[in-house]
């Protein structure tokens, strides 16, 4: 152009801050945080108040934590998760430091694996007024002496701060007892959210005075299902999340909580609750029809009798898990997915469904069944391609997530029927699908010399190369059987000028398992694993692929932030070499059992994965100790690392 020279270029003017704030709003956190690198405008741009929801800051109690703090106290909000406190001056600066600079800004705050003492807490928490969410999850070091906030004037300073608090989660407390317990939601008179999962609570019987429950006013022991009870009564105005996961709940006891005088539950966790019945299930639903997220999952005495309760007692149902209730069968399930507010199901390790009755709900008019955005069919082995193919049919249009992980008699039919109807799809789970193939992916269908000479014969609707007709099902494979005929460079050349339906049309995954899928080679990895937003990818256990494959992957996939590759024997430092210049945002990375991986790796990981946080190298023979030394005092990212000592001991730091 005339008259235009580079001095020009450099003096052109900056976007306005409010363009480029509106250019970031079409980017994915991800990418949001590289654009923040181009210059000092672009990082104020990302830091708009716009993408600050729901940004949680975690970090261990450390030096450095210090001037973190303080740089928080510019924000007008902010969430901390906090690790690793205990009683020491460095801790308690610390929780100082956080009352001053963000106290009356701060909205949740968990400490998770620490063992604060109580005057530090008790010197932080009333300066937190505009706390809605606290985590005292596992913090033993407060309940045990059974005196926290035994003293009026303290409850009456936290009672002040804490008046707006939400939710708590108290979980895994061993030493929670009636009176601690009251004396802390005491100073939380508005509750919407209690979680006592893991709390040891004397629901019929307390062990300690050797008498049923309720004979003793208040325990200083233990917490009992009166007093919770009493809880439940006196801040039933307002709450509507209640977890009681691995507790010892009776069908008696969950009556009970189930019939308090205007309660009225949105969300109940009762996952592994082993002495749950049916019966249970059914009052449940009698009296709390307002549900909507329920997890009943690995409450082994539940059966089809409890699904059924659910389908016809909660018709605003929108989450439910099933996950491990083995003695669960298909009875129930077509009414269950005729509720048409429900969105998310959970039927993993679910062993005798197999899909019909799903199909049978599903197919009735739109407005009067689920519409399902995910669903985990995990180890449901008798899950096979006619109901997957249907299923995918009927769910097309709202579907997100799907897991079929330890399907084992899902084949290439199956994967075919996802990339042509679910190509909204975010995250595709087929770990352990062993009878997957590299025909599966490429959208082909595999052809042998047998096969060409029966198609000779008129037998009615077949495949075709570009997936067509879908009315005919070819049984699968049984284990015994030889592998399947290899993509050869012709079928290759064949798949890149059809238009068939192969794994590239899930153009929107972010997230994809393949472990152990054994039949898949690079022939199709390096094709079709192709996704621009893909973030997490497990190929571990592929015995068959190589170097090609990780070079392959990390050239189209590099918004890559966790890889898994664990036992996959034909990865050297070659692949490695090949890849990390293109995975600058990898997080995490697994490499265990991969012994062609050498130190030369670790140095190239340093080099260029400046944002790991973990990885696992264990197993890998040929990784010394000195270049581990090296490689987290070059990461400052580092949090985890799994290696193999000298003397054969895998070691995690």
Request: charged residues 25%.
């Amino acid at each position: 152009m005339e008259g235009w020279d580079e001095e020009d270029s450099l003096e052109a003017p900056e976007l306005p801050l409010e363009i480029v704030v509106y250019i970031l709003t079409f980017l994915q956190t991800p990418d949001r945080k590289e654009a923040s690198l181009v210059s000092r405008s672009w990082y104020i741009a990302s830091q708009d108040l716009c993408f600050q929801r729901n940004v949680t800051f975690c970090f261990p109690a450390s030096t450095s934590s210090l001037e973190l703090v303080r740089s928080l106290g510019q924000r007008s909000r902010c969430s901390l998760i906090i690790k690793q406190l205990d009683g020491f001056s460095l801790s308690r600066s610390l929780l100082q430091e956080v009352g001053t600079s963000v106290g009356s800004k701060l909205e949740s705050l968990a400490l998770p694996g620490s063992s604060v003492t109580e005057a530090s807490l008790l010197a932080l928490l009333p300066r937190l007024t505009s706390l809605r969410r606290l985590d005292l999850r596992g913090l033993d070091s407060l309940f045990m002496s059974g005196a926290f906030l035994s003293r009026k004037e303290h409850r009456q300073q936290i009672k002040s701060a804490l008046c707006g608090l939400e939710e708590l989660d108290l979980s895994d407390l061993r030493y929670l007892s009636d009176l601690t317990f009251n004396r802390l939601t005491g100073c939380t008179p508005r509750l919407r959210r209690l979680s006592l999962a893991g709390c040891h609570i004397a629901f019929e019987f307390d062990p300690y005075s050797g008498c049923p429950v309720g004979t003793v006013e208040v325990s200083s022991a233990l917490l009992s299902l009166r007093n919770l009870r009493k809880l439940l009564t006196e801040q039933s105005a307002t709450l509507v999340a209640l977890d009681l996961s691995r507790t010892s709940v009776t069908p008696e006891s969950l009556r009970t909580i189930a019939q308090v005088e205007g309660l009225t539950l949105e969300e109940l966790c009762l996952q592994s609750c082993k002495e749950l019945t049916d019966y249970s299930v059914e009052v449940l639903v009698k009296h709390q029809p307002g549900l909507q997220k329920v997890d009943i999952s690995c409450c082994t005495e539940l059966t089809s009798r409890a699904v059924v309760a659910v389908a016809r007692g909660l018709s605003s149902l929108t989450q439910l898990s099933l996950s491990r209730d083995w003695k669960i069968t298909e009875t129930g399930l077509a009414d269950l997915v005729s509720i048409p507010s429900l969105r998310n199901l959970d039927l993993s390790e679910c062993l005798h469904v197999g899909g019909a009755e799903m199909v049978k709900g599903l197919s009735r008019c739109l407005s009067e069944r689920a519409q399902l955005e995910k669903l985990n069919l995990r180890s449901c082995t008798y899950m096979r391609d006619e109901a997957v193919f249907t299923l995918t049919q009927l769910l097309g249009s709202t579907l997100r997530e799907l897991d079929l992980t330890s399907c084992v008699n899902v084949t290439d039919l199956s994967v075919r029927a996802i990339a042509t109807y679910l190509q909204g799809l975010l995250v595709l789970r087929l770990g352990w699908c062993k009878e997957v193939t590299d025909w599966g992916l490429l959208g082909m269908v595999e052809t042998s010399a047998c096969e060409l000479d029966e198609e000779k014969e008129d037998k009615g609707p077949r495949f075709t190369r570009t997936f067509g007709n879908m009315g005919f099902f070819k049984p699968p494979r049984l284990p015994f059987e030889e592998r399947p005929k290899l993509v050869t460079p012709d079928d290759l050349k064949h798949f890149k000028q059809q238009a068939g339906v192969s794994l590239l049309a899930l153009s929107r995954l972010r997230e994809l398992n393949l472990s152990a899928c054994c039949k898949l080679t690079d022939s199709s990895i390096t094709q079709v694993v192709r996704f621009t937003e893909l973030q997490h990818l497990s190929l571990s256990s592929m015995t068959d692929i190589t170097d090609a494959s990780l070079s392959a992957v990390a050239r189209h996939c590099r918004a890559l932030t966790s890889l898994e590759l664990s036992r996959c024997a034909h990865i050297s430092d070659r692949g490695v070499e090949q890849a990390v210049p293109h995975l600058h945002r990898l997080q995490h990375l697994y490499l265990s059992g991969c012994n062609n991986i050498t130190d030369k790796s670790l140095f190239l990981l340093a080099q260029h994965c400046k944002r790991l946080k973990t990885l696992d190298v264990s197993k890998c023979n040929k990784i010394s100790g000195t270049m581990v030394d090296h490689l987290l005092s070059q990461l400052h990212f580092l949090e985890n690392i799994y290696y193999k000592l000298p003397y054969g001991t895998d070691f995690s730091l």
